[in-house]
Structures are given as structure tokens and as C-alpha cells.
């Protein structure tokens, strides 16, 4: 991907196109002012004590990765229908995998010691509720061009429209919530949580699943291969 | 002052500099480093990464602050959610969490040198953003999560919830580009 | 042998990737089409594209979050 940029500089004097390059200039001075203010609030939220600070860490992190990257889980989604290429979405795939190792590494070792297992309320219920949910996420992120993340780090390059698309986001999670408790009562409380371990065992189960993620990924490659053939 | 605006261009056309802050990253070293702050996180917080259920509490937040009540919605009655609503924002970790996804993403920008103000700029776009924006916030809200929580999360947690959720975001995404091409194009 | 400018400024993925598609596909062989871009993620498919469908590809920074993505069309 490197290869972007020094093409940029071998034709950066080129006839096409430079009457409409501007003066060069530089953000570094923005950059260095930020990093102060960001450690200022860090320092500010570690004096509380309340575990806060670690998160704005993790968090300045995810958002540095998702941007220098330009990862996006809403491309993984939408682009092989939309454009035939695959490659976002065999990262994404890449991503489960070694997420997972790393995962159940940690689930196992709490419950081979037997101690309550982390994370565990992220196995959800599976419900009608699940199926309409992620319809309408999957709709919305494609036409507001960014999902939760996205839409966040979005905002953060400096897009109003995922400005706007924030602001309407917390105002339909709260939607949501209010509505929530109808969902429960007909959709999740008849739905069931499926962890699976508990049906093929640990090893079974990491297994099963990078077998799984594997034959997405071939099929994802093939599938951009017969695409880009046409 | 000149003198230290011609440094700072002179640093960002330095070779090493648009190495080490400029150049974009392949998307497989993204997914590397993201599953490893998602290990970490786990490892750390007990908790996997999530994003848009800080969302709702910001709703509740905001919507207390104009007068109204959330304390006989079922969503927020359990215990957790009232505490996590009472301590505010300011303890709130998920909150400084996605603070955090901005302001890092702002600073990679700046770090490259590749800031830009992005304005609205046609009614489409403000169409898009309102009906996008809300029909994630709904559907994450009954679904559990978004593609982070309830996606990456769940898969990694080996939920058969996750894999559920991204097969139905898949159609959502179909049906998304269908009506995106067709109208907001 | 035409240049055929794409004014993608302000717009989000996919759109200027959807747009370039579309439009390369009016062009002829030889013609120019460059692609007005200030949308980071879009710098890095729409050029990632142009290339996996054989086109020569240029990426000029014009300004600060500004790029033009230059594509020759060649078959």
C-alpha cells in the first residue's frame, strides 16, 4: 500500500493536475497541541481513580488503528455486493480469527480454574429481535456511510455528516430502549443463548469456528477473483 | 514563526515521517492491532469491546437534562443501568472509551497532515446521516449491540449470536447499497 | 484522448468509488479520469481498485485532506 505515496512524489511536480495544488503546509503543530490536551485529560481522569483513564487509552488507540488503517467494518459488509472486492472483508475475517484465540484463551483459563468466566454477557439471545436489529443496522450503516466506529472516527477526520448521523444515532438508541421492553416481552425472552463450548467443547468449539472463518475467507477470495474477471 | 512553520513542512516531507505517520496502513495490520487491543481490553476490563450501548446512556443523559425520566423504561431498570446512569457521564468508561475512538482518529489525521473540514453538502447527505444514524441506533438497541459489540464481540466470544447478526447485517448491507445507488447517489 | 474530472469532495465511502466505476466505463481507451477526492478511506480503495482493474493510476496530495486520484484508462 506503501507505493501510494511515493508515486505521489515522483509525479508530485507533474504538469496535470498541479495548477489546482495548493501550498504545502503542515498540521504537526495541531497534532503536537492535541497530544498535550490529551494527556492533560488522561492525568485528569487517572486523579479519579475510577478506572476511566484506561479506557480513553484503549480507546485513542482503537481510533488511531481504525483511522491509519482506514478499517472499516461497514466496507467488509457492503463492498462485495456493491463494488466485488473482498479485501476489507477478509481482514475483518482475520480480525475474528485471531480475536477468538485470544478470547477463549482467557475464557478457559478463568473456567479451568473455576472461577466465573469473563465477558460472558456479550453471549446474547437469539431472537427474531437479533434478525430485525442487525437488517436495520446493516440498512443504516450503508446509507449514513459508517457504522458505530465508523461513524465516530468519522467524526473525528472532521465529517459534519457523520456529526449528523451521530447525534441521530444516540436519538434512535434511545428510541430503541424505550422500545425495548416490548422486543423483550415477544422476541428475546423466548430466545436462547448459544455459547458455544457448552455444545462441541472448548476445543471443538475454537475449531469448528476458525474452520468456519477459513472457509469464508476462500470463499471471499474466489468470489473477488470471479468478480474482477468480468 | 515562519522559521517554525518551514520545519514543520520540512518534517512532514522527511521520508521517515511519512513512514512512520503518514502512509496508511495495510488493512490486515489494522485487524492485527485490533484484535490485540480487543485482547487486552478483555483481559483488562473483563469485558470485550463495545460502542453503542454508551450511546443509549448518552440519550438517557441528554434526555434527563431536558426533564424527562428513563427510571420505568425496562431497558434501564436493571440495577447496573441505574448506577452507571446516576454516577454520570464524567465515571462513565464506555463514555471516555469512544471519546477516546475520536480524538485518536483525530490524531492520526493531524499526525499525517490530512486534517479537513468535511461540510454537509447536499439534502441527500442530511437524509442519509438522520435515517442512517437512527435506524443503527434502533436496530443495536433490540440486537444487543452493533458490528463491534454484537458482531466482532460475539464471534470472538464463540456466541452463536454473533455469527446470527452478521449474517442478517449482510442482507441489511445488500438492501443499504440497493437504496443507497437509487436514492443518495 | 479526453480528461474527465470527478468532483467526489465532501462525499463518503462508497460513493466516489461507485462514481469512478460508473464513469470509467463511458470512457475510451487513452482518456483520463480524475477522481477529486478528500475522504481518507476512499484515497486508499479507489486507487486499490483502479489498479486491480489494470488502469495506470496516479495519487496527487493537493492540498491538506485534499487528493486527486489520476486514472488512465488502458483497457
Request: charge should be positive; hydrophobic fraction near 50%; glycine fraction near 10%.
Amino acid at each position: 500500500m506503501g507505493d501510494t505515496e511515493k508515486i505521489e512524489t515522483v509525479t508530485g511536480r507533474s504538469a496535470r493536475g498541479s495548477s489546482r495544488r495548493k501550498p504545502k503546509n503542515s498540521q504537526l503543530p495541531y497534532a503536537i497541541v492535541l497530544i498535550a490536551l490529551v494527556g492533560a485529560l488522561s492525568w485528569f481522569l487517572d486523579q479519579r481513580d475510577n478506572g476511566t483513564f484506561w479506557l480513553l487509552l484503549t480507546g485513542l488507540a482503537f481510533g488511531y488503528i481504525l483511522q491509519r488503517s482506514r478499517f472499516c467494518f461497514t466496507a467488509s459488509m457492503r463492498d462485495p455486493y456493491l463494488t466485488g472486492s473482498t479485501t476489507v472483508t477478509r481482514a475483518v475475517l482475520v480480525a475474528f480469527a485471531i480475536t477468538t484465540i485470544g478470547f477463549t484463551a482467557i475464557k478457559y483459563g478463568y473456567f479451568i480454574n473455576g472461577l466465573p468466566i469473563p465477558g460472558m454477557s456479550y453471549v446474547v439471545p437469539i431472537s427474531f429481535a437479533t434478525i430485525a436489529g442487525a437488517i436495520l443496522f446493516g440498512i443504516g450503516m450503508v446509507i449514513a456511510g459508517g457504522c458505530a466506529s465508523g461513524t465516530l472516527m468519522r467524526f473525528g477526520e472532521g465529517f459534519q455528516m457523520q456529526f449528523l448521523s451521530l447525534i441521530f444515532f444516540i436519538i434512535g438508541s434511545l428510541w430503541g430502549a424505550h422500545d425495548f421492553g416490548w422486543w423483550k416481552y415477544h422476541f428475546i425472552s423466548k430466545g436462547k443463548s448459544i455459547f458455544l463450548p457448552d455444545y462441541f467443547g472448548w476445543l471443538g468449539a475454537v475449531v469448528l469456528q476458525l474452520f468456519i472463518i477459513f472457509l469464508l475467507y476462500i470463499a471471499a477470495e474466489k468470489y473477488q477473483e470471479v468478480k474482477s474477471n468480468h | 514563526m515562519s522559521q517554525f512553520k518551514d520545519t514543520m513542512v520540512k518534517i512532514s516531507e522527511n521520508e521517515f515521517y511519512k513512514k512512520w505517520l503518514r502512509i496508511a496502513w495495510p488493512y490486515l495490520t489494522g485487524a492485527i492491532l485490533l484484535s490485540l487491543f480487543q485482547i487486552v481490553t478483555l483481559a483488562t476490563t473483563g469485558n470485550p469491546w463495545g460502542v453503542s450501548g454508551v450511546f443509549a446512556n448518552w440519550g438517557a443523559w441528554i434526555y434527563e437534562a431536558f426533564g424527562g425520566n428513563v427510571d420505568k423504561w425496562y431497558y434501564f431498570s436493571s440495577p447496573g443501568a441505574q448506577t452507571t446512569l446516576n454516577n454520570g457521564f464524567i465515571n462513565d468508561s464506555g463514555t471516555w472509551r469512544n471519546i477516546g475512538i475520536i480524538l485518536g482518529a483525530l490524531l492520526a489525521v493531524l499526525l499525517a497532515s490530512q486534517f479537513k473540514l468535511k461540510k454537509l453538502k447536499s439534502t441527500k447527505q442530511v437524509i442519509a446521516a438522520v435515517l442512517g444514524g437512527t435506524l443503527m441506533g434502533y436496530g443495536a438497541r433490540i440486537a444487543f449491540g452493533c458490528n463491534i459489540g454484537a458482531l466482532f464481540s460475539g464471534i470472538a466470544s464463540l456466541s452463536l449470536s454473533g455469527w446470527v447478526f452478521g449474517a442478517a447485517m449482510f442482507i441489511g448491507a445488500v438492501i443499504g447499497s440497493k437504496l443507497l445507488v437509487k436514492f443518495f447517489m | 484522448m479526453k480528461e474527465v474530472i470527478l468532483d467526489c469532495f465532501g462525499e463518503a465511502c462508497p460513493i466516489p468509488l461507485v462514481k469512478a466505476q460508473n464513469k470509467i466505463k463511458e470512457l475510451e481507451i487513452g482518456d483520463i479520469l480524475i477522481v477529486q477526492i478528500d475522504h481518507s478511506c476512499a484515497m486508499k480503495n479507489v486507487p486499490d481498485w483502479a489498479r486491480e482493474d489494470g488502469h495506470n493510476v496516479e495519487v496527487e496530495e493537493i492540498d491538506d485532506g485534499e487528493w486527486e486520484v489520476i486514472i488512465e484508462k488502458v483497457k
